[in-house]
């Protein structure tokens, strides 16, 4: 549950979307508007986590740091979508110094602990918190109106946690039956295979950024990049696709199909490895 009051989780599940229907002289309430912001939260959830994945979009790089007689880390600016489709923005530097291990039931604070354990994983969590309060013209008798009327503003936020352990590194294996589809140029039915699943929500939808080794004289190493979940953009994936086409000329010198194992027709062949000579027989 998050803390703007409804299920943040059913929200990012499939299901029929629902919007306001308007009309002359329709009462529009506290429901109506809410309904009209979940709406649109449900759509671009939904296509935020089926359709871009989760993980880290950019920065949001973890490195250690040292700050006069302590050691700690730095994440980096950036942003990311969790598992659930939510979009963080980490807007600047956050400095975690000294590093503790946070307590899940407050939020992200320093867990009581005698000692950093050994090896750590630092995860990034969507969070919200309210702001803008301003006088209630008619005060909701359910809520505690005392803090200054009721809070006018939603802010996306995020909360850093620290956790003991180690998190798997991502994998990208391949199947067989999909890799036979390939060499075979079957690239619709490998396509077909890939999006028969639908993508599970997981339980916890945070972000795991890196694992951390502490040393005995308190400082870090960190391992960024084998956990951490990756979004690559259209720029990023248009740079990737330029490389792989260098690397295939490179290695292949344009006479083999890379899709077919190498085993492609020959520069100057045509189909069943006959040498195409045009209409005559020679």
Same mark, same amino acid.
């Given at each position: 549950?998050?803390?703007?009051?409804?299920?943040?989780?059913?929200?990012?599940?499939?299901?029929?979307?629902?919007?306001?229907?308007?009309?002359?002289?329709?009462?529009?309430?506290?429901?109506?508007?809410?309904?009209?912001?979940?709406?649109?939260?449900?759509?671009?959830?939904?296509?935020?986590?089926?359709?871009?994945?989760?993980?880290?979009?950019?920065?949001?790089?973890?490195?250690?740091?040292?700050?006069?007689?302590?050691?700690?880390?730095?994440?980096?600016?950036?942003?990311?979508?969790?598992?659930?489709?939510?979009?963080?923005?980490?807007?600047?530097?956050?400095?975690?110094?000294?590093?503790?291990?946070?307590?899940?039931?407050?939020?992200?604070?320093?867990?009581?602990?005698?000692?950093?354990?050994?090896?750590?994983?630092?995860? +990034?969590?969507?969070?919200?918190?309210?702001?803008?309060?301003?006088? @209630?013209? /008619? #005060? %909701?008798?359910?809520?505690?109106?005392? $803090?200054?009327?009721?809070?006018?503003?939603?802010?996306?936020?995020?909360?850093?946690?620290?956790?003991?352990?180690?998190?798997?590194?991502?994998?990208?294996?391949?199947?067989?039956?999909?890799?036979?589809?390939?060499?075979?140029?079957? +690239?619709?039915?490998?396509?077909?295979?890939?999006?028969?699943?639908? @993508?599970? /929500? #997981? %339980?916890?939808?945070?972000?795991?950024? $890196?694992?951390?080794?502490?040393?005995?004289?308190?400082?870090?190493?960190?391992?960024?990049?084998?956990?951490?979940?990756?979004?690559?953009?259209?720029?990023?994936?248009?740079?990737?696709?330029?490389?792989?086409?260098?690397?295939?000329?490179?290695?292949?010198?344009?006479?083999?199909?890379?899709?077919?194992?190498?085993?492609?027709?020959?520069?100057?062949?045509?189909?069943?490895?006959?040498?195409?000579?045009?209409?005559?027989?020679?």
């Amino acid at each position: 549950m998050s803390s703007s009051g409804w299920d943040d989780k059913w929200l990012s599940q499939l299901q029929s979307p629902r919007r306001n229907r308007y009309f002359d002289g329709k009462l529009m309430d506290e429901d109506s508007f809410t309904m009209e912001q979940q709406y649109t939260l449900a759509e671009h959830r939904l296509l935020n986590r089926l359709v871009l994945g989760p993980g880290v979009i950019c920065g949001l790089g973890v490195s250690p740091i040292q700050s006069e007689s302590n050691h700690g880390l730095r994440i980096s600016a950036g942003l990311a979508i969790d598992g659930w489709g939510r979009r963080i923005v980490v807007p600047e530097d956050v400095d975690l110094c000294p590093v503790e291990v946070t307590d899940d039931e407050r939020d992200g604070q320093p867990a009581k602990r005698d000692a950093l354990p050994e090896n750590l994983v630092v995860s +990034l969590c969507y969070r919200e918190h309210q702001a803008d309060f301003t006088p @209630a013209l /008619l #005060p %909701d008798p359910g809520r505690d109106n005392t $803090a200054g009327g009721e809070a006018a503003t939603w802010v996306e936020s995020y909360a850093v946690r620290v956790r003991a352990g180690t998190a798997d590194d991502i994998a990208h294996p391949g199947e067989p039956e999909l890799n036979a589809m390939l060499q075979e140029g079957r +690239l619709h039915d490998a396509l077909c295979a890939l999006t028969a699943a639908t @993508a599970a /929500l #997981p %339980d916890d939808p945070s972000l795991v950024l $890196a694992n951390v080794t502490a040393s005995p004289d308190g400082s870090f190493s960190v391992t960024e990049c084998a956990p951490r979940p990756v979004v690559p953009t259209n720029q990023v994936l248009l740079q990737l696709i330029a490389c792989l086409a260098a690397r295939v000329q490179e290695c292949c010198d344009g006479s083999r199909d890379p899709l077919l194992g190498g085993k492609g027709l020959r520069k100057g062949h045509g189909h069943g490895g006959h040498r195409d000579h045009g209409q005559g027989n020679h």
